[in-house]
């Protein structure tokens, strides 16, 4: 009877933990999404036996993981480290073409269908954002329904190498500008670097004026 008893203490704590954790891993995940418009649903995988001993491990992913399907999650109790094995469900909003696009098209609202789904499942670097696709040529065929993503795509460059451009830097209270010109082809909102007249290269994100914005 008593053993039956210790057994039964065993199994409520054990689920008892593993429910903390696994909020724990939850709450850690979503907190990497800065997208509103998406919804998260996180799995914990890894059998409650098999979990950390503390009650707050240390919680970490790999440098330039991508946080989306099966992924593995450290969890850190002082010297001791494990493993986690968790199924994350990314749910929103991706870019389609709306019917066939031949290569070389430059895409308009009429190319472009928004949908609804799994965004983990989709291809690497799958367009959410209408604005990042419009206007770019596309570098080959597209079939009906196709995902699309930023490899299928040339996005028109609102910077050119070699081209003048102004740079504005902001900081907390501040904000200065200065002239260089650009070293890289750049659409809007990717990075690009910059000679300045002083000789010194810097780097920042093109707007869509043509500008360039440095966070300090």
Known sequence: MKSKILLVGLLCSLSARADTLATQIESFIKSKFNDNAVQVKVLVRTPPAQWPPCELPQLSLPPNARI??????????????????????????YLTAARGISGGTPLTPADVVLKSGRLDTLPPRTLTDTKKALGAVTLRNISPGQPLTLSMLRRAWVIKAGQPVQVMAEGDGFSISGAGKAMNNAAAEDSVRVRMVSGKIVSGIAGEDGSIRITL
């Open 68 to 93: 989306g399907g099966n992924i593995s999650v450290s969890a850190r109790c002082g010297q001791e480290r494990r493993f986690i094995q968790t199924q994350v469900q990314v749910f929103g909003r």
